[in-house]
């Protein structure tokens, strides 16, 4: 939301002048610097959630390393059985080996034992290589582990002092420009408003019936319960900004879009010519709003403020407001 908030106020300070140079300088700087503490806070979780995941990865081929680790210690296990036997058998025969018990037989026996004593003493040595070569890799891949198992609990500390540090720096740059908008009166409310109103949604309502505007073409207003056309609600949000910077306070919004069935309620509870007909008002387009407090009042301050800057945002009282019906609160949107 902090993100979001902050891309809100850049639309609206490249939009609105604010008065005094010196501090408006001031409170765009503040806002850069939100906006890069954000938006470096952004682009470090998406790293961090990728590296998350190759170091998950990671930690899938240690779990195989170690498990090829034991099958190697299974292997040598396995080996040092009939090694055992060789020697032992070796061991026990006179110089003239294992032929020497073997004389009182056949010469074809004799020829037998001596092919399988020589196949024997080659076995030996070809598993005396193996055992061999998997005692060396034995010790590679368990160096191979302790330096994947070092690493990633490296990496997952680094990562994670990285992210705590841009989400620190994110939030201070973010108080401190919400409490320079709180000590010039503006609510960060209206921001939060805006922050998720989108103004080309508005092509969303082409070929819809007045009063039956889809949702996705209208956007909240920062009183509960009020919507405008996406559009409108974006050049509303950002007039009140600047009504905020003169008055110290949102315009009060006593009525915007209406559906059809609002527009016959208001129409039936109205004397006739007060109330447009359902379905040919513009609240029933979400380009309308009465505002309150003090705007209603034709030509008071506030009221002459709406007539003279609202034009800039699209917004106007139309002639027919002024005299038939006389309705002083009402402004239209006309981009």
Partial sequence: MARAFVLVLTTVLCVVPLPGSAYASELEELRE??????????????QHVERQEDLESAQEDLVDTLHELQQTEVELGEMREPLARLANALYRQPDGGMLQILVEGSLDDDMQMQSYAAKLSEDNQALIQDATDLREEQAELAVEAQQMQTDTQLEQAELAAEVEELRDQS??????????????????????????CDGSKASEADNYPNGLVPEEALCALYD?????????????????????????ENMCINSSYRDLPNQHRVYAEQPPGFAAV?????????????????????????????????????????????????EPWHWEYEP
């Fill in 224 to 248: 509960e319960g009020h919507f405008l056309r996406a559009d409108a609600a974006e050049s509303f949000l950002e007039l009140n900004m600047e009504y905020v910077e003169e008055f110290g």
């Fill in 33 to 46: 610097q939100a906006e890069q503490a954000a938006s470096d806070l952004e682009e470090a979780t998406e």
């Fill in 171 to 196: 939030e201070e740059s973010t108080e401190r420009l919400t409490t320079e908008l709180e000590e010039r009166g503006l609510d960060p409310g209206t921001f939060q408003a805006a922050a998720e």
């Fill in 278 to 326: 359902p379905g040919t008002s513009n609240h029933g387009l979400g380009q309308a709003i009465d505002l309150g407090c003090g705007i209603q009042n034709y030509q008071s301050e506030r009221w002459n403020w709406m007539e003279e800057n609202g034009a800039r945002y699209g917004w106007i009282h139309p002639t027919w407001a002024k005299n038939n019906p006389f």
